[in-house]
């Protein structure tokens, strides 16, 4: 079973491991730095803080932490946020997690907070992503100016949305 809980500073450990894991961010937008464990905590300090343009999820199967998931940039007169999600650890990825992870976040983004549309960034390259976004609803927007630069060279970021009117049931 999974689900959706605010971030704790428990989740510390679990998410500077994965945050150490060079191999996690290929198959991310952003950029791989190394990183202090103490930052980690700091990061996570901060993320839990209150924030009205933010809402940040760990992604528990059977209580366990498996992933992150956040909701950013919220603006409420628009009705948008941007969405980033993954699933740590590699033994825990295609077994259909990140697929029920996006939908408790759809759910969460046009019920609990009633947002119109919800936006997200993802590598070209990764192509079980975007299947999984398509499958959620997903349309392609276009491409972001900036590319990614990747141990495997520079990549185009996609941008994708989900407008609440074209969500499927």
Same mark, same amino acid.
């Given at each position: @079973? ?28 952003? *950029? ?13 300090? /901060? /993320? @839990?803080?209150?924030? *009205? ?11 366990? =932490?498996? $992933? ?15 969405? =980033?999600?993954?699933?740590?650890? &590699?033994?825990?990825? $295609?077994?259909?997690?990140? %697929?029920? &992870? @996006? ?17 997200? =960034?993802?590598?070209? %390259? ?12 997903? %349309? ?9 630069? !990747?141990?495997? $060279? %520079?990549?185009?970021?996609?941008? @994708?949305?989900? /407008?609440?009117? !074209?969500?499927?049931?």
């Amino acid at each position: @079973m999974l689900s959706l809980r605010p971030l704790e500073l428990q989740d510390a450990d679990a998410i500077f491991r994965w945050h150490s894991d060079p191999e996690l961010f290929e198959h991310l937008v952003g *950029d791989y730095r190394p990183v202090q464990r103490e930052n980690v905590r700091e990061w996570l300090a /901060r /993320r @839990m803080a209150s924030s *009205d343009i933010e809402r940040n999820y760990a992604i528990c199967r059977s209580g366990e =932490h498996v $992933g992150n998931l956040y909701l950013r940039d919220i603006d409420w007169e628009k009705g948008c946020a941007e969405l =980033h999600v993954f699933i740590g650890d &590699a033994s825990n990825r $295609g077994q259909g997690i990140g %697929t029920e &992870a @996006m939908r408790l976040a759809l759910d969460q983004a046009f019920g609990a907070l009633a947002l119109k549309e919800v936006f997200l =960034h993802v590598l070209a %390259t990764n192509q079980s992503a975007i299947r999984l976004y398509e499958r959620c609803g997903f %349309t392609l927007q276009g491409k972001r100016a900036a590319p990614a630069e !990747k141990r495997c $060279g %520079t990549v185009d970021v996609l941008r @994708m949305s989900l /407008r609440k009117a !074209k969500r499927e049931p």
